[in-house]
Every structure is written in structure tokens, then in C-alpha cells.
């Protein structure tokens, strides 16, 4: 089976140096996120599926004389937008392999939130790969794209991908599911202020060493199962993140939005990859409308919003 969209209407067009590129990327969730143990290298053995889903930034690559990068929304004068940015990195990973002068001259337009547990930075990106590719006629293709995007960080590699995957080793090692064309129903209760992902995994790491028992994802096939049934209520019952526990003992009010979800009858509710948004599965859009509508009503979030998956990555529109 495949995606929900069609392979030959996602084909990145091939655009002179001259056209500005503009690029949409996806937010991601984790619907089953494994932590193993830490690695010699510093990062954790994870088993995650990712999911793509409807909350879009967007990046426009035009030619210029050196490489510089502007923003707008979210995180507008508090996002570094020097060297230390993914999106530079990004743009400049791609220059030197492809031996192409890294010049351009990047905006981005952000709605995913900062530090909210939805890979926004590497939603970022894998938007300036695809675009850089395409206003530098480079040609990569979508896998060899995704192959450099490891180098950037580990959530990048899906974001280039997008759909539904399997994401293994540190998470950059990414196999897409072939399930049943179906789309699912979430919303996405956004925090006042982020999360810092690494120390969500200090946590998690401290409260092993004190022999608190926070595993709770088990293997992934549960889910994987549940997603080709296409019934919401069974796709509930296997959603899990094993970093849930350690950003609650980081952000204990984010136990007030997850009883909101509850209450407002949402099929199943977790914390986000290492949080603090909070995710929600609805049984259709009506439901969905429905539980975003009382979770801001009980001011639990700073706003809430339907969203659905899965969506396509980076793609050039």
C-alpha cells in the first residue's frame, strides 16, 4: 500500500539559480518512542515512529552573494539565526558536498513552536536541504537527501521524509511504513515555553540510576499493528513515550493538560517526543474541533489546534 499522497506530484521541480525556492515542512510527533540506554557516543539507543502532521514552517531560498538566514513567527528574536542555527548547517553541509559555493539567502517563516517536543528545528532543517538543492540545481535525490541530513541531527533525516517511519539507532536511521492510506486525527496542545531535549534526557537517565521503573514503550510492532487496522480506538491503546515520565517530573502542570484531554474525551493523550506539547488522537475532525476547543476553554495550553497525518516532509511548493 502507500502514502496518502501521490509520489508524482511531489517531485521537486528543477528551478535555476535565479527563481526563489520555497519550501513546506511538516512538524513530527513520536506516536511510540523507545529510550534505550546510553550509547558510548552520548546519544540514547532509540525505537520511535514518527508521524508527520499538518503544523507547517516554511522556507524561501533566494540566490545571494554569501549565505544568510532571516525569520518571522514563532521564536522571532529569540532563535539564534547565527552559524549555530540547523538551517545554516544544513545549507552549508550541502555546499561542501556538493562543492557548490554556499550562497543563498534563507527566510523562514515558523509556526512550529521552540523546544516543544515537535522537531521544529529539524523540520527547519531539512526545508533548507530541499531547498538549497533546488535554487542550487544540485539534484540530489530524496533518499541521498536524507542520507546527508544525519549529519545534521537526528530528527532531520524523517522531516526530509515525512509520511509515517520507523526510526531507529539515534533516530536518523529511518524506515517508512507501508500502511493502509488513512488519515488520523490529533491535536496538539501547545505550552506557554519549551522544553529543553537534553535535559528531558538527563532526567530520564537520573531517574534510571535512582531505579524509578519510567519504561513504558516496549517494542513498536503493537503500534505498527494498530496503525494498519485504521480504527482510532485501537491505535489509542498502544500510544507511548517512555520520556513521558521524566518531562512531567521537569513540567509537572503538563499532568493538568493531559486529565484536560481526558476529560474532553480524546481517545488517548501523550507528552510529545521530550515535550511540553502534549498530543492528542481524535476519533475524526469533528472530535478533534471539539477537544481543542475545551482544552483552550480550561486554559490548560497556550493554544491548541486540530491537526492531521500523516503529511508528506519538505516539500517545494
Sequence with gaps: MTEPWDEAEIERPRLGRA??????VPAKI????QVGDL???GYHELATVYHAVSLFDEVTARPGDTLTLTMEG????????DESNLVLRAARLLAVHTGRPAHA??????HIPIAGGLAGGSADAAAALVACDALWNTGLARDHLAELAAEVGSDVPFLVLGGTALGTGRGERVSPVLAPNHTWHWVLAIADDGLSTPEVYREVDRRRAAGLADAVAGEPDTLLAALRQR???VLAATLANDMQAAALALRPDLAATLAAGEDADALAGI????GPTCVFL???ARHAAAIAAELEAAGVCRLACAVTGPVPGARVV
Aim: aromatic share 0%.
Design 231 to 233: 480504527d482510532p480506538e
Design 39 to 41: 550509547r558510548p557516543d
Design 105 to 110: 539567502r534563507i527566510h523562514l517563516r515558523k
Design 74 to 81: 514563532e521564536g522571532a528574536g529569540s532563535l539564534s539565526l
Design 282 to 284: 481524535a476519533a475524526d
Design 271 to 274: 507528552v510529545s517526543g521530550s
Design 19 to 24: 527563481a526563489p525556492v520555497r519550501v513546506r
Design 30 to 33: 513520536n506516536l511510540h518512542l
